[in-house]
């Protein structure tokens, strides 16, 4: 998977999820630019764009949390 040998990477679909939010979270930063951008671009598209989007992505691009439509 992805170009790596076995062994290298997650043992399972359970750490390489883990793996991926911990990635995202420390690593993904939502610019002032990003957030304009995302309103303008995505606002339209917000009920499902904002149910694939990472939380922290998701709020910090100003879009409205899903669970509460």
């Known amino acids: 998977m992805l170009d ?22 420390k690593r993904l930063v939502v610019t002032e ?3 304009k951008l995302a309103k303008i671009l995505l606002w ?4 499902s764009m904002a ?3 990472p939380p922290n992505s998701r709020e910090g ?4 949390d899903p669970k509460g439509w």
Not at 4 to 25: I, N, Y
Not at 61 to 64: A, E, I, Y
């Open 4 to 25: 790596m040998l076995r062994g290298m990477g997650p043992g399972s679909m359970e750490e390489f999820d883990a793996h991926v939010k911990e990635m995202t979270r």
């Open 33 to 35: 630019e990003a957030r």
């Open 44 to 47: 339209e598209m917000r009920v």
């Open 51 to 53: 149910c694939w989007l």
């Open 61 to 64: 691009s100003g879009l409205p």
